[in-house]
Structures are given as C-alpha cells and as structure tokens.
C-alpha cells in the first residue's frame, strides 16, 4: 500500500477469510479541477477521529457506457497531467506508483511531451521503508534521468516540527500523514501531481476472486482457497458475522472502549459485507466507500494551497468504468496477473509480481510521538470514546499504529 491509502486496512482482515460530515452528500470535485477556488478539507465526527474511519458507501449507479480498453483509459486519466506541466508522480517503488510512472513516461515519449518527474520521500535509517532496490529497477528500466528525492530524517513523524505547523494552521485532518506532505507539495508547485492511490483496492483481489480461481483450477483446490469461496458466496447477514469475528480478533485498536469498538466493527463490517459479488460492480463500489471520498477531497485541498492539480489515474471513473466492463462478472486471475494485462509492455516482470511492500508506521511514528506520549496528561481526548492510558502504550510501543494518529494529533492540539 501507498502510504497515503488508509481505506485498504479492512481488507488485510477481510481477505483472511477468501479500508459524522461528508460534504453534504456530494462527491468531491473531479481530480483535474482548477485550482483557483478553495477546497475546504474534510472533517471528521467524534466517532471518525476517535476510530480513523469514515464509514459508509454511497449508492452505486448504472455502469456507464465506455468503448475504451483499460488501457487506453489509464492513459485518457494520465494524459492531462502531462500536458500540464511540469508533471510529477509521487514514486514509491511500489507497483501502483511505478504503473503511474511507467504509463506517464511512455505518453510523454510517444506524443512528445516532457518526461514525468518521479519524487521520492526517503526515510534515512528505517530499513522498512527502505525500497530504493525496486525504486532503482524501475528508474533504470524507464531510462529517466530526472529523480527528485526528498530526505526526511525525522520530519515525517506525526508530531514533527513540520506536523506540528500543520496542525497549528489546518487542525486534525485525515489520513494524518498529510500533515507531513507540504515538502512533495512544495515540489510539485505551479505543476501537477499523479498518485497511485487506490491500487491495492483496485487492482487487487475482490469477493469474487476466490471464486474465479476456483473455476479456472485445474486441479484439487487447496482448503485454503475453498473456506475463501464458501465466505465470498456466503449471504450477507453470515458474512458481517465473520467480518465482526475477524476485526475483533485482529484487535488493531485496543484503546477503543468496548461500546466504541462493537459499533466500529459493525460498521466496517457492514460496509466490507456490501461489497458486490460481480467483480465489474465491486471494481466500482471501491469507488463509492466514503473513505475515498474524504482522502481525495483532503489531497485536492493541499494542492489548492500549493497550486497542484492532484490526479489519481487508478481512481478515474472513466479508467474503473472501463475496468469494470473488461473484467466483467468474474474479473481476473489476482492482481499480478491483471498488472500483466494492463502494464508488460511499461514494467519489468519482476515489479509487476513482487509481493512485498514497505512499511512507513516507524517512519510517521518514533521519537517526536513517544516524547509526547512520556509527558502527557491524558488530556485532549474523548475519554468516553477511547482509554487514554491504553492509548499512551500504544504510542510508546515497538510497533506504534498508525491508526492512532488521528488521536495523537488531537492530544497534540488540545495541549496547545
């Protein structure tokens, strides 16, 4: 996952088994608007701060009518930043943002234009966010000459110096990584920004995934696979049942008082449980969760202040629209092999199979969070939603989550 994707976190729990104010109603602004007007941020409820949630999903219309491949789509969504330049992509070496790179790269080679600039956020001395192996394959493989890095030592914590003038002028504001993002921001200033935002959702496994494996083995399926079948075509009352069961296990939030913590796994239960069988529809669906809608709307929101145009190609409704029609009721055979289809010809296979990812909770949380945690009072939270001391371990903890950084920031704030 990308470091900005907070809403796959319930489908590392889901998938074990085979992510208060919403703009009142309405759907954030396309991801290429103009940057002249402000963009106000999303605000969470109580209960969203206290949980890092925003539950929910909007009502899933028609699919609408498209000729284009999924190809041709992803490039209709990437093409509009090139010609805005300069054009920039937040690089990780992650396979969503080295697609995004790629397919920008081979554009702008095509029709002329300038090469995509990749920036990098470099976390000196956390080797689990170290992925300057696969940043480098993908750079030498796209023969770009232009690589902005920036080294962030420290100032990626969630209560850095540069979190804390964020907070100060902006408030809590989800996912808390962005409090730590005016650096990319600066760089890409006076051009545009691709992401590649929600390709864990997108092009990785969906309820019907098992399912389809099933059909195409041909050979005795594993129990494995067979017990993620039975929980895909389960009926939906079973299978909020088994979501609660599996989110209480997993116990990532263990600072929620108990009647906070049964509502939120309701929720996210119900909202996973919604997911549609019909791999065409869910493609769309991911689209629709509230979670989604809150993250961009805030990512538009930083970019007005910097002067940005922010685009998210695999989160285009054009590119899932037509996504969705070529996977159709079954989809594809899990996510390397839907990579292969849509990028072999930009990206070595190696980065289209790999399997790992890095980890950045120790990079936005590690000295700055556990001096704060040692002093603290226990104050500027809502105790009646979460346990202040259970919360403090958390953040004094060798595996810190960052599921409790909105709460860190608001105990942050409150203290000032």
């Given amino acids: 996952m990308e470091p900005f994707a907070p809403w796959g976190r319930l489908h590392a729990v889901s998938r074990q088994n085979s992510g208060g104010l919403f703009m009142g109603g309405k759907r954030p602004a396309p991801s290429f608007a103009g940057t002249g007007v402000e963009t106000p941020y999303y605000r969470l409820s109580a209960f969203e701060l206290a949980t890092s949630w925003v539950p929910g999903v909007r009502p899933l219309g028609p699919l609408p009518d498209t000729v284009s491949s999924a190809r041709i789509a992803f490039e209709s969504a990437v093409r509009p930043a090139l010609l805005r330049p300069p054009c920039y992509v937040s690089f990780s070496g992650g396979r969503d943002s080295s697609a995004v790179l790629a397919v920008a790269t081979h554009i702008a080679r095509r029709e002329g234009l300038a090469d995509p600039v990749p920036v990098t956020e470099v976390y000196p001395g956390i080797d ?9 394959l993908v750079i030498d493989h796209l023969g770009l000459h232009e690589w902005t890095r920036i080294s962030i030592s420290g100032e990626s914590d969630l209560l850095g110096a540069a979190a804390q003038a964020s907070l100060l002028r ?12 005016d650096a990319l ?5 006076g051009g545009t920004l691709l992401t590649g935002e929600g390709g864990d959702e997108v092009i990785g496994p969906r309820r019907v995934t098992p399912v389809t494996l099933l059909v195409r083995k041909r050979r005795r399926p594993r129990p494995a696979l067979l017990r993620a079948v039975t929980a895909a075509l389960a009926p939906a009352p079973l299978r909020r049942a088994w979501l609660r069961r599996d989110i209480a296990r997993s116990d990532q939030q263990p600072w929620l008082r108990p009647s906070v913590a049964r509502e939120h796994r309701r929720q ?21 969760r509230r979670a989604v809608d809150a993250v961009l709307t805030n990512y538009q929101a930083l970019g007005t ?16 629209a037509a996504l969705a029609g070529a996977g159709g009721r079954w989809g594809f055979a899990g996510r390397t092999a839907l990579m292969r289809i849509l990028f072999a010809d930009v990206l070595p296979d190696e980065i289209l199979r790999r399997s790992t990812k890095a980890s950045f909770d120790r990079a936005y949380m590690g000295e700055a969070t ?10 500027g939270v809502d105790t009646d939603l979460v346990d202040p001391e259970t ?7 060798d595996h810190p989550s960052t599921l409790s950084g909105t709460l860190l920031q608001q105990a942050w704030l409150a203290s000032r």
């Fill in 128 to 136: 689990a966010a170290d992925e300057s192996h696969w940043q480098r």
């Fill in 170 to 181: 902006r408030g809590v504001l989800w996912p808390p990584s962005f409090h730590v993002k």
């Fill in 185 to 189: 921001f600066a760089t890409a200033s």
């Fill in 268 to 288: 996210l239960a119900a909202d996973e449980a919604a997911e549609p069988l019909s791999w065409g529809r869910a493609i769309r669906w991911v689209r629709h």
């Fill in 305 to 320: 202040e910097h002067d940005v145009v922010v685009g998210h190609p695999l989160l285009d409704d054009g590119f899932l």
């Fill in 370 to 379: 556990r001096d704060f945690a040692r002093g603290w009072d226990g104050t």
């Fill in 391 to 397: 919360l403090r371990a958390a953040w004094l903890s």
